[in-house]
């Protein structure tokens, strides 16, 4: 893991990073981009944390996949309750809640 683990963190970054900024049809794929991006953070802090052979590394791989997963979950409840009431989860209707 730690000889594909530092590419393979930067790989699906870029990903992710690109994903985002083609993306203009549903939030949804934001948030599938967003995880990704935090995924990669995981692999890389667990890569170097293998490569240094300390735990610091694997302790805030584990808080950052907890602050993930609370995301993740507000996140995508405020998604349906907006669908619920709009029925759509495009982000073109999300200029409505400026006004």
Same mark, same amino acid.
């Given at each position: *893991?730690?000889?594909?683990?530092?590419? =393979?963190?930067?790989?699906? $970054?870029?990903?992710?990073?690109?994903? *985002? /900024?083609?993306? /203009?049809?549903? @939030?949804?794929?934001?948030?599938?981009?967003?995880?990704?991006?935090?995924?990669?953070?995981?692999?890389?802090?667990?890569?170097?944390?293998?490569?240094?052979?300390?735990?610091?590394?694997?302790? @805030?791989? @584990?808080?950052?996949?907890?602050?993930?997963?609370?995301?993740? /979950?507000?996140?995508?409840?405020?998604?349906?309750?907006?669908? /619920?009431?709009?029925?759509?989860?495009?982000?073109?209707? $999300?200029? =409505? =809640?400026?006004?």
């Amino acid at each position: *893991m730690s000889r594909y683990g530092l590419p =393979l963190s930067l790989l699906l $970054f870029l990903i992710a990073t690109i994903r *985002m /900024r083609t993306n /203009r049809q549903t @939030i949804l794929l934001w948030f599938f981009a967003i995880e990704l991006l935090l995924l990669s953070r995981n692999l890389l802090f667990l890569t170097v944390s293998i490569l240094t052979d300390t735990l610091e590394g694997q302790l @805030i791989a @584990i808080f950052v996949l907890t602050v993930a997963a609370a995301e993740s /979950r507000i996140g995508l409840s405020l998604l349906v309750m907006y669908y /619920r009431t709009r029925n759509t989860v495009a982000l073109s209707s $999300f200029d =409505l =809640l400026k006004e």
